[in-house]
């Protein structure tokens, strides 16, 4: 029986070297590597200011041609690597247009040595994943509103500019040193390797991405409510540490805020219920728009009946709430049922005589 041949590694494409100037930006360190490209540190010298740069350069599509070129991997990714370069550049120039404390700041967009650059505000925070990693608790109902608040008010800016983010992931959420949420990388390059089929590192994130983002449900319309399950999936996280199944291997009735009332007791029903409809398989059954979800949020409009907590969810997240005054009060009540025992023995003299 012959052996298996070892299944091909990718080299991985080298970086951008110290010193090498992208227009009027000096490459002064490398802050980071993903699937998609690199993230440089840059100094412009004329504003004697430090830039992040990042360079669209996905390493499965496209690889290093000597110091500075790159180019597709070969016919087969040539087409992926062109039109991920086009949604790269189309949407950095939109995102150049806008401005949001919790978006990211883009200063630039351009096309150069075979690929594409995008100049923004350096973060000097660290991001979502990392700081839970550092937490051993949950955040409250209060943070977790103000976060979601912060990140609605920049996804609706997005979404007015006609933009989906499509990636929101822990990794994509930087925390500042002041608390504030800042969102980053919309996923132009992983929307063309979703639609592709394409999965692993380069395709949908698993846990986070809606049932749309993955090619055999393609016929599902993608828009506002694609970005709102991901919102979903990082509540989720960041109440039980861990992001729900991946939407591709749930079932149709799978909800997941019966999973929610279960384990916690810190949130209010409505936010459960409100998460659960975030999550929501189907796009028609999650919110449609910022405005719906804001409504729902502030007890102005009710929450579907599907992912409303039932009167035994409401009766039993009050047990758990309050069980340990409960069983207090039972043990208050069974020792005062025996005293008044002991007391009734001993006033019909029975209790010296059972002593005996």
Known sequence: MRAERPSRRLQPPTPLAVGTMLGEYEVRHVLGQGSFGFVYRVTDAAADIDLAVKEFMPMHWALRIGATDVAARG???????AQGLRFFLNEGRLLQQLDHPALIKVHGCWEANGTAYLAMDMCTGRNLHDTLQARWRSPSESALRSLLDTLLGALEHLHGAGLQHRDIAPQNIMIEADGRPL?????????????????GAVGPRDGYAALEMYSQHQQLKRGPWTDFYALGAILHLMIIGKPPPAASSRHQGDRIGFT??????????????????????QPADRPQSV???RAALAGESPVPARHAP??????????????HWLWIGLGLLVTLALAAYVYRLWRTGLLPFLLR
């Open 310 to 323: 039932s009167r035994k969810a409401r009766w039993g997240m009050q047990f758990r709430r309050h069980r």
């Open 291 to 293: 405005a719906e979800l």
């Open 260 to 281: 929610l009332q279960r384990r916690d007791h810190r949130h209010s029903l409505l936010f459960l219920s409100i998460i659960d409809w975030l999550l929501a398989l």
């Open 75 to 81: 016919p087969a990714e040539a087409e992926a690597f």
């Open 183 to 199: 969102l980053m990388d919309l996923g132009a390059a992983r929307r063309v390797s979703s639609a592709r089929g394409e999965a």
